[in-house]
């Protein structure tokens, strides 16, 4: 069974940064890992994703804000969040894509509020 590990988030004020972690213990390495996000009343929406080859895909609401990395070795995706403004709120879903097969994280809240 894939389980995912989810770390970081918080609360920030405007125009700060935030790391989000994931992992992925004992799953293939040969997928694709990312983040979606949801926000209160609204449905969940891609932030960012990444292949095992570190082909990425960003929405365009976080392009150039963003930057999602990975490591394969330990099989974990990095989200690193810079100049965060109170739209990013939101619960942050890791997922990840085994040949299709789609697993999801917990989530964890993020908040950007003064």
């Known amino acids: 069974q894939v389980r995912l590990v989810e770390s970081g988030g918080g609360l920030v004020q405007p125009g700060e940064s935030l790391r989000l972690s994931c992992a992925a213990p004992?799953?293939?390495?040969?997928?694709?890992m990312g983040w979606y996000r949801q926000a209160p009343g609204k449905q969940r929406e891609l932030a960012a994703t990444?292949?095992?080859?570190?082909?990425?895909k960003y929405a365009e609401s976080v392009e150039g804000r963003f930057l999602i990395t990975r490591d394969n070795d330990r099989n974990e995706v990095y989200l690193e969040m810079s100049r965060l403004n109170p739209e990013d709120t939101a619960v942050y879903y890791c997922?990840?894509?085994?040949?299709?097969?789609?697993?999801w994280g917990r989530g964890t809240q993020v908040t950007v509020s003064s």
């Open positions: 990444i292949t095992s080859g570190w082909s990425t």
């Open positions: 004992g799953s293939s390495r040969i997928n694709i």
């Open positions: 997922f990840l894509n085994l040949f299709g097969e789609i697993h």
